[in-house]
């Protein structure tokens, strides 16, 4: 097993992936910027390099500094965790190139799935069925008009290097088309540095539901069920599940059996979750593969009883898949909670600052993953995830009765964060009834009552 490990990333991930070093026996070294010298993920590696001042351009997106800290500290492996460098094929490929071990796939595989448009032609053709909409990147807007009028609108334009629900614009007519179409392409260009575009028809009344897989290199690829993550606002995930509300076994195995030919398909080495969207009728649609783990991967860890980024270190270095073919068993229902430091009374408002009270709740069935403690201070420079709720039951309605005690037992004080919020949600009878689809946080902020 590898001796000493980078971990190219902050906050809850780069403590979830020093955990599993420490497991596994591996030395772990951390990066931090300026800003976060005090935390936990600092504290808890073996060893620690300051990459630079607060802008991830300068620290944590700065492949240049990340490997020169891996050469100074004699760590033979990279493990870059979600966003950051973590779809970042040339990454992949400087690490291979220095001789460091890319805890992911490989810079083809990346670029295979990375960009949006191209994992789209990818999928149409290993036979996956992906939503109507262009063949490839929409050079200009009189394309545009054709293919949405072809289609029928509403349509949503989408960046191809978009990600985390940014880089979208669902466009409801033609007079909207022009404004929009330059609009999504200008944003592209300034968030993701590629003003590519694809158009897609726009799926009302869809739920998002995708599918851990996870490949080694001895060419074994399978899939270990699917995570709802249906619960979103604007295109972020609030919550996700596994098992889905309704999901047959007879859905699981399609949607299965197609996430493994996607793998297949590209050689995929590694962790990696295929997104669909399906309708009323069942029917799904491939949206997109995100070649990494996923913040949501701890609910399908609960459900199958698997350690997914320990599974990720083994299988970077070579060694088999520990986890059977076939159809995963899952037991009971896990959901997820994202804890943000934002003001949800106030349009979601991100709310940095130092947390005065940290006081976390406990109990069966529940997993916290987070990196805040008493005095941490909540930098503004970064995502505002302060903390993932993992609740478990036996069923569904076990594991919402956890959700909604931890969410109201879980203090959080000298910053907003979204917990009254999800409690509500809690309490839903839309959402306990289940099966939500992705309109639902929408309707529920117009019945909400705020505090
Ligand atoms: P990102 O990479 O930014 O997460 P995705 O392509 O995965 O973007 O889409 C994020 C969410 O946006 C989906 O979960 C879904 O709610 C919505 N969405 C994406 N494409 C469509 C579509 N064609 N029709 C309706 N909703 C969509």
Same mark, same amino acid.
């Given at each position: 097993m590898f001796k000493k490990l980078l971990v190219a990333n902050r906050g809850e991930i780069a403590l979830r992936i020093i955990r599993a070093c420490q497991e596994l026996g591996i030395k772990t070294v951390a990066v931090y910027s300026e800003p976060d010298r005090e935390s936990l993920h600092v504290r808890f590696a073996d060893e620690a390099v300051?990459?630079?001042?607060?802008?991830p351009t300068e620290s944590y997106l700065d492949a240049a500094r990340i490997i020169a800290s891996a050469e100074i500290t004699g760590a033979e492996a990279i493990h870059p965790g979600y966003?950051?460098?973590?779809?970042?094929a040339e990454f992949s490929e400087i690490c291979r190139r220095s001789g460091i071990v890319f805890i992911g796939p490989s810079a083809n595989q990346i670029q295979a799935m990375g960009d949006k448009a191209t994992a789209r032609e990818t999928m149409q053709r290993l036979g996956v069925p992906t939503v109507p909409? $262009?063949? %490839?990147?929409?050079?200009?807007l009189e394309n545009a008009k054709g293919i949405a009028c072809d289609i029928g609108f509403p349509v949503m334009i989408k960046a191809s290097?978009?990600?985390?629900?940014?880089g979208m614009r669902v466009v409801e007519n033609e007079e909207e088309l022009p404004k929009l179409f330059h609009t999504t392409q200008a944003e592209a260009q300034a968030t993701f540095g590629n003003s590519d575009i694809y158009i897609e028809k726009y799926i009302s009344g869809i739920r998002h539901i995708e599918i851990q897989i996870f490949g080694d290199s001895h060419g074994k690829v399978v899939h270990l069920g699917e995570r709802d993550?249906?619960?979103?606002r604007r295109h972020q995930k609030l919550i996700e599940e596994?098992? $889905?509300? %309704?999901?047959t076994s007879q859905m699981r195995k399609s949607m299965g059996k197609a996430a493994i030919a996607a793998g297949q398909g590209i050689d995929y080495v590694g962790a990696g979750t295929v997104e669909f969207l399906v309708d009323e009728e069942g029917e799904y649609y491939f949206i997109e593969m995100n070649t990494r783990i996923q913040v949501e991967h701890p609910v399908t860890e609960v459900v199958t009883g698997l350690d997914l980024v320990k599974e990720q270190i083994r299988v970077a270095f070579?060694?088999?898949?520990s986890f059977p073919s076939g159809e995963p068993s899952l037991q009971g229902h896990a959901i997820e909670f994202r804890i943000n430091a934002e003001d949800p009374s106030r349009n979601f408002m991100p709310s940095p600052g130092c947390i005065q009270t940290f006081q976390p709740p406990g109990g069966p069935g529940i997993r916290l993953d987070t990196h805040l403690y008493t005095g941490y201070q909540v930098p503004?420079?970064?995502?505002?995830?302060?903390a993932k709720l993992i609740v478990s039951g036996s069923n569904r309605e076990e594991a919402i009765v956890r959700g909604r005690h931890a969410l109201d037992s879980f203090i959080i004080e000298g910053v907003q964060t979204s917990i009254p919020f999800l409690s509500q949600i809690t309490r839903d009878d839309e959402f306990i009834a289940g099966g939500v689809d992705t309109g639902f946080v929408e309707r529920f902020l117009k019945r909400w009552v705020k505090e």
């Open positions: 300051c990459i630079g001042p607060a802008s966003g950051f460098l973590a779809e970042n909409g $262009s063949k %490839g990147l929409v050079p200009d290097a978009g990600g985390g629900g940014k993550c249906s619960t979103q596994s098992p $889905s509300s %309704g999901m070579g060694e088999e898949l503004p420079y970064y995502d505002s995830l302060l």
